[in-house]
């Protein structure tokens, strides 16, 4: 999935940002201002001047500083609430040494120009490959199963610089389900479990709202590096199949609970947007669904 203009990620967002002075700001996870009015910043040292702006170098756009500030952040409503920690993640994970956000999110394009015309060399890509782009997600996965006595284990291992899910609350989870399969493919048992995180509004209850929460709740993320173990009852089959999936849209049934609080008071006092709610549940079902991403059978 390609960060676009029209969801509001244009050249300017994250070209126009530079570094504050060394020694300027107390906390130095958030030295991001932007730079010179009609100057644009990237990692090559280099690049010419444009008919519309200038540019310059900066050391920023070569690491996860210029990521930060909109991949790393509190809930401010919250006072302080965490709430996306991929930077943070990173950062803490044995990754840092050898990857960078780049690295994954923006991998180098070799032999090829950076504008129009201009002469060719390594850049970084800037389509920004992420949850949503089943290749880019299947890389940060392994996935492995195993028969027991009562059914399977799945093994999950992070492959990815960072907890996965991560983000916002309301989005991403990730869906592992297990079946059982009898000789002719039927299935004679499933199972799913859910990997997320959720927040909590200052009553202790899971929200899908920014504005009410108030802190992070349970969360079941893997972290970087991590293996974790998934058990599955499952009946006595033939074979068995586990898949791990995305889906878009899939917040803690305790959070939806809010949510058809909110249906039902809609369908109670204003009837006139009943048609567009609907067209609205269908949308929330569809993101629902998981977009698979790995499978893996026993036996082999």
Not at 65 to 70: M, R, S, T, Y
Not at 122 to 128: L, Q, V
Not at 164 to 179: D, I, K, M, Q, S
Not at 247 to 276: G, T, Y
């Amino acid at each position: 999935m390609a960060a676009r203009a029209e969801d509001g990620v244009a050249c300017f967002l994250c070209h126009s940002m530079a570094a504050v002075a060394e020694g300027a700001d107390p906390h130095p996870e958030k030295r991001i201002t932007r730079g010179d009015k009609g100057v644009m910043y990237g990692p090559l040292d280099d690049a010419t001047d444009a008919v519309v702006h200038g540019t310059k170098k900066s050391e920023l756009h070569e690491g996860e500083g210029v990521c930060l500030a909109c991949h790393d952040h509190d809930v401010p409503a919250a006072g302080g609430a965490p709430c996306c920690t991929v930077v943070r993640d990173w950062r803490d994970s044995e990754v840092r040494d050898y990857m960078r956000c780049q690295s994954c999110h923006m991998r180098a394009s070799r032999d090829t120009p950076v504008a129009r015309g201009g002469p060719k060399r390594t850049h970084h890509r800037h389509d920004f490959p992420a949850a949503g782009d089943v290749d880019q997600a299947r890389g940060g996965w392994e996935l492995a199963i195993a028969k027991t006595a009562r059914g399977v284990n799945v093994t999950l291992t992070n492959k990815a610089g960072h907890a996965l899910p991560n983000g916002e609350p309301y989005g991403t989870r990730v869906v592992v389900r297990a079946e059982a399969r009898g000789e002719g493919g039927a299935i004679l048992g499933s199972a799913e479990q859910s990997i997320g995180f959720e927040m909590l509004d200052a009553a202790g209850r899971p929200t899908i709202f920014a504005h009410e929460a108030a802190k992070r709740g349970v969360s079941t993320a893997v972290a970087s590096g991590e293996e974790r173990v998934l058990r599955f009852e499952l009946p006595p089959a033939a074979s068995y199949v586990a898949t791990l999936g995305y889906a878009a849209f899939a917040p803690p049934a305790a959070a939806l609970a809010r949510v058809d609080e909110l249906r039902a008071w809609i369908r109670s006092n204003r009837p006139q947007v009943q048609l567009r709610l609907q067209r609205l549940d269908g949308a929330v079902q569809a993101l629902a669904r998981p977009m698979p991403i790995r499978t893996v059978r026993w036996p082999e």
